[in-house]
């Protein structure tokens, strides 16, 4: 029979292990940047959002502000006239920022869209992501995003809400009508590049993006967790 003190060894050496283990964990975990700004399509974002926490990602919502400098107000005007709160604003972010994150989400909404467009921290954070081969995310409308910041991943094939068809065309884009029966909706990757339609399709979208971070088996398991299938 152990006596007490080979007790209380074996009990602290076993806590240390799960510690070990549990910071091993915490080290892998895959993170996500998702991009809001005033006129983002809200459904896009908060779904998406909420999906990849589902698939235990690490997701930080960053505001994207007007200009060089922005207020400390956290709180976009969505779409549809829903107010939601960001995380940290993306100059924050950037500021802080070591590695990059694992996949950088943009969700759409025309207005949002073309914000995303003209800021020019977005086209440097999307460069250096596509860079380092690291996975980027863009629905709706955008995937015009990528076409104004010097039309990144010109030549790839996309998808998008259908009326920015012609425009991303034009653009060197080859657009694709996703198919249905693809594991995870109607989304297409291609390489670092995910993409799908609108806000009917953003569970797909997030479903596909979780797949890729911590694979179909988990993506599966949430899914039928939100009776997706």
Request: net charge neutral; with cysteine; charged share 20%.
């Amino acid at each position: 029979m152990l006596s007490l003190v080979s007790q209380l060894k074996h009990i602290a050496s076993i806590r240390a292990f799960n510690f070990r283990q549990s910071s091993i964990i915490m080290a892998a975990k895959k993170r996500a940047l998702a991009l809001m700004a005033p006129g983002t399509e809200e459904m896009e974002l908060v779904i998406t959002v909420d999906v990849l926490r589902r698939c235990e990602v690490d997701v930080t919502v960053a505001l994207v502000q007007e200009g060089e400098t922005g207020s400390d107000d956290l709180v976009a005007r969505c779409s549809r006239a829903v107010n939601v709160k960001a995380d940290t604003t993306l100059a924050s972010y950037v500021q802080q920022l070591g590695e990059l994150p694992d996949v950088v989400i943009l969700p759409g909404g025309l207005e949002g869209a073309r914000l995303m467009a003209r800021a020019a921290p977005v086209g440097e954070l999307l460069r250096r992501q596509n860079q380092e081969n690291k996975l980027v995310a863009a629905i709706c409308a955008a995937p015009t995003v990528l076409a104004a910041h010097d039309r990144l991943f010109a030549g790839r094939r996309l998808t998008s809400y259908p009326s920015f068809r012609e425009q991303l065309t034009e653009a060197g884009y080859v657009w694709e009508d996703p198919a249905p029966d693809s594991p995870n909706g109607r989304v297409v990757r291609d390489g670092n590049l995910i993409t799908s339609l609108g806000p009917a399709t953003s569970f797909d979208f997030g479903l596909t993006i979780g797949a890729a971070l911590v694979g179909q088996e988990v993506a599966d398991k949430v899914a039928k967790g939100m009776l997706y299938k």
